[in-house]
């Protein structure tokens, strides 16, 4: 038996554990975010579980929650695990259902995405391998909350609600939005980097993260976001071998990064990198004043080099 004791179902102190289990700690958590408090207040494990055996919550403590949503924390709070409802059945509940969180966009004619949006997803096959490989190294640390019509439209075709898309599916919608089917099935591909048939959300973010539409304001912001995931020094500094060090940790491997990238660390290999180095890679002659012809060839250099 093991487990955090507030979150544990009646029978998992009894020492069974199933699928069920999981749908009662749910159950836990949506108490908690609709009251603020825990169901069952107890000092000891063994209170615990004499309490999810015997006793009902107070459900006065969630009286702001809809009724609906009351609905769906009781079916999950059932203390037998034979009648407590499914993960598939809380799914299908009227809380979400109310919610059209499942309301897929496929075939509507309403379009989900904005023109800028699905611009984005069309020039993909024309980014770099190094623009690409950046958009999902900043599509790990940038803040998902804003990008609504984005989110809303992953989750609409998540049928399976595992977070991630088939190529298939993605596809499919697309070419509902107007894309020529060729085209869509190629940004389809484009998008499942790692060649599974799956898109994860990491990479449909990274999909929409085009820095050639984006402001020189924007395209620094974002260019910045990555560059401190190497943990620059106080003189706004990295020392070469740190990045590939600090790439490693954020699960990418040698395979996952631009070849273009890794030349350009070896040429630098004997010093520190700054930010206007990382930016001139991606956007070059970002600078703000006219460089000289040393500094053209250099840049000219990375062009050709993530071309």
């Not at 640390?141 to 989110?151: F, V, Y």
């Not at 595992?162 to 919608?173: F, I, Q, V």
């Not at 898109?199 to 260019?223: H, K, M, N, W």
Request: proline share 5%.
């Amino acid at each position: 038996m093991s487990g955090t004791p507030p979150y544990m179902a009646p029978e998992v102190w009894t020492g069974n554990s199933g699928k069920a289990c999981d749908l009662w700690s749910c159950g836990i958590m949506l108490f908690f975010m609709l009251s603020g408090r825990f169901p069952f207040h107890c000092q000891t494990p063994d209170e615990f579980a004499r309490a999810t055996a015997t006793l009902e919550p107070d459900w006065g403590f969630m009286g702001g929650a809809s009724k609906e949503a009351h609905s769906l924390c009781r079916h999950l709070l059932v203390k037998s695990d034979v009648h407590r409802a499914t993960a598939q059945h809380a799914m299908q509940h009227e809380w979400f259902q109310r919610h059209e969180v499942h309301k897929c966009w496929q075939g509507s004619s309403q379009t989900p995405l904005n023109k800028a949006e699905i611009d984005s997803l069309v020039n993909l096959p024309k980014r770099t391998e190094f623009e690409k490989f950046l958009s999902r190294l900043v599509a790990t640390q940038l803040d998902a909350g804003p990008q609504t019509r984005i989110n809303n439209f992953f989750h609409a075709l998540d049928r399976r609600g595992d977070g991630a898309l088939s190529t298939e599916a993605l596809a499919m919608a697309l070419k509902s939005m107007g894309l020529a089917p060729e085209l869509a099935e190629q940004v389809a591909r484009e998008l499942d980097v790692a060649k599974r048939g799956r898109v994860s959300y990491t990479e449909f973010l990274a999909g929409f993260l085009d820095f050639r539409t984006r402001s020189p304001a924007e395209q620094d912001d974002i260019l910045r976001l990555a560059w401190h995931q190497f943990s620059p020094s106080e003189n706004g500094q990295v020392k070469t071998n740190e990045v590939q060090n600090a790439l490693a940790a954020r699960g990418m491997t040698v395979a996952d990064i631009p070849s273009g990238f890794l030349l350009a660390l070896k040429k630098d290999a004997s010093g520190y990198l700054t930010f206007s180095w990382f930016k001139n890679l991606l956007v070059p002659g970002s600078g703000s004043v006219t460089p000289p012809a040393s500094e053209k060839k250099r840049r000219n250099f990375f062009e050709r080099l993530f071309a």
